[in-house]
């Protein structure tokens, strides 16, 4: 068994210490997510905003102006979306059950693997909008395939495929 001098160890341990610093120093640190459940926040103009991991639990965005907003990750669990413009807006594995998003602009959003069963799409615009890996229910699925057109320009996958529509 061949062991090591003990000045090469000393030399891995500190080599090891400013990896470490040099990737801390650098940013890489946790996300704080930012809450803002229960707010009314209607009419509120978010566009292009980054809410990656953000709580948005029952809180009433109707009217809202979130046009390319990243929604990834985040909870917007039982949220009034009615009547917002979502165009461009990126959902990917976001939690929506029980969102409302009736009569929402969802032009060429993303949802794909987000968590939307029990989840209100009623009047909603979803040209070019991406449905991968999304659990809906099975009405809420055909209701959505009665108007489902368009291509994901993002993407590049139709509406209708990412719905499974026949």
């Not at 000045?7 to 996300?31: K, Q």
């Not at 009047?123 to 070019?128: D, K, L, P």
Request: glycine share 8%; net charge neutral.
């Amino acid at each position: 068994m061949k062991t090591l001098p003990v000045s090469a160890i000393a030399r891995r341990i500190l080599m090891g210490l400013i990896l470490l610093i040099t990737v801390w120093g650098i940013g890489i640190s946790p996300v704080h997510a930012e809450s803002y459940d229960r707010q009314s926040l209607r009419y509120a103009d978010f566009a292009n905003r980054d809410f990656r991991g953000d709580d948005f639990t029952r809180a009433d965005l109707a009217n809202a102006n979130l046009q390319g907003a990243d929604f990834r990750g985040a909870r917007l669990f039982d949220t009034t979306l009615s009547q917002a413009d979502m165009t461009g807006a990126n959902m990917t594995g976001a939690t929506l059950d029980g969102a409302r998003f009736i009569r929402t602009n969802l032009t060429n959003a993303i949802l794909e693997g987000a968590y939307a069963f029990d989840t209100d799409f009623r009047g909603a615009v979803i040209e070019g909008a991406d449905f991968t890996d999304v659990l809906l229910a099975p009405k809420t699925n055909n209701q959505l395939c009665k108007v489902a057109t368009g291509t994901n320009p993002v993407t590049g996958r139709a509406t209708r495929d990412t719905l499974y529509c026949p």
